[in-house]
């Protein structure tokens, strides 16, 4: 069955860090662009970050502007985890967290900045900043 769970979430105060988690079951995370997205409330879902490549060494790791250089985006391959390292948290960060995965059916990066280009989604997890 392919599935992908999602954990780590929680409530953390600002200034804060989290690792959030995806274990991904059913394929294999490094055959796909995966991706992280998040949703504010009242707000439409909106791209973290994805890798549309195997490697992230060839420059196709993507940060929306809202958190580059605070948040992290890995994957350990043996596990079949993907993860997403939060740091210098604020109460913007607020959200519910996904992870998908998609086939690599386009050559434009910038077209995996976006849901419509992933097939597999975990079920969300929670992340609230506040002291």
């Known amino acids: 069955q392919v599935q992908l769970v999602e954990s780590g979430g929680g409530l953390v105060q600002p200034g804060g860090s989290l690792r959030l988690s995806c274990e991904a079951s059913?394929?294999?995370?490094?055959?796909?662009?995966i991706g992280w997205f998040r949703q504010a409330p009242g707000k439409e879902r909106e791209g973290v970050s994805c890798?549309?490549?195997?490697?992230?060494?060839?420059?196709?790791?993507w940060y929306a502007d809202s958190v580059k250089g605070r948040f992290a985006m890995s994957r350990d391959n043996a596990k079949n985890i993907l993860y997403l390292q939060m740091d210098s948290l604020t109460h913007q960060d607020t959200a519910d967290y996904y992870c998908?995965?998609?086939?690599?059916?386009?050559?434009?990066?910038?077209?995996?900045?976006?849901?419509?280009?992933?097939?597999?989604w975990g079920q969300g997890t929670q992340v609230t900043v506040s002291s």
């Open positions: 998908a995965a998609g086939r690599r059916t386009s050559d434009s990066f910038s077209y995996y900045y976006r849901e419509q280009a992933y097939d597999y």
């Open positions: 890798i549309s490549s195997s490697s992230s060494s060839d420059g196709s790791t």
């Open positions: 059913g394929f294999t995370l490094d055959d796909y662009a």
